[in-house]
Nanobody
């Protein structure tokens, strides 16, 4: 089992920045690819970014490419999502997720563990 706890959400003005963190505990000795997803009110949970288990490969949704950066510190069992140039449409609850194995996926159905989410609100 892996437990994931997100932090770093909050209220920010458009154009501002936030850095989300996701701390993993439990069976972290195994290899896990990590992903960030988000869910706005009345919408489905959507893929934002993912990183493989080594941190060498990343992938982003087109809507955040060039503005968000995913990274990980395996020594600290933590994954980050640096969000710059935030827009009101980025407002959502952000979730981190872990997928057993090395390869990331854009499908939420292929992730094994989820955090509780952290709210990000971007005001115009």
């Amino acid at each position: 089992q892996v437990q994931l706890v997100e932090s770093g959400g909050g209220l920010v003005q458009a154009g501002g920045s936030l850095r989300l963190s996701c701390a993993a505990s439990g069976r972290t000795s195994s290899s896990y690819a990590m992903g960030w997803f988000r869910q706005a009110p009345g919408k489905e949970r959507e893929f934002v970014a993912a990183i493989d288990s080594s941190g060498g490969r990343t992938y982003y949704a087109d809507s955040v490419k060039g503005r968000f950066t995913i990274s990980r510190d395996n020594a600290r069992n933590t994954v980050y999502l640096q969000m710059n140039s935030l827009k009101p449409e980025d407002t959502a609850v952000y979730y981190c997720a872990a997928r057993y194995g090395s390869g990331w996926s854009t499908s939420r159905l292929l992730y094994d563990y989820w955090g509780q989410g952290t709210q990000v609100t971007v005001s115009s």
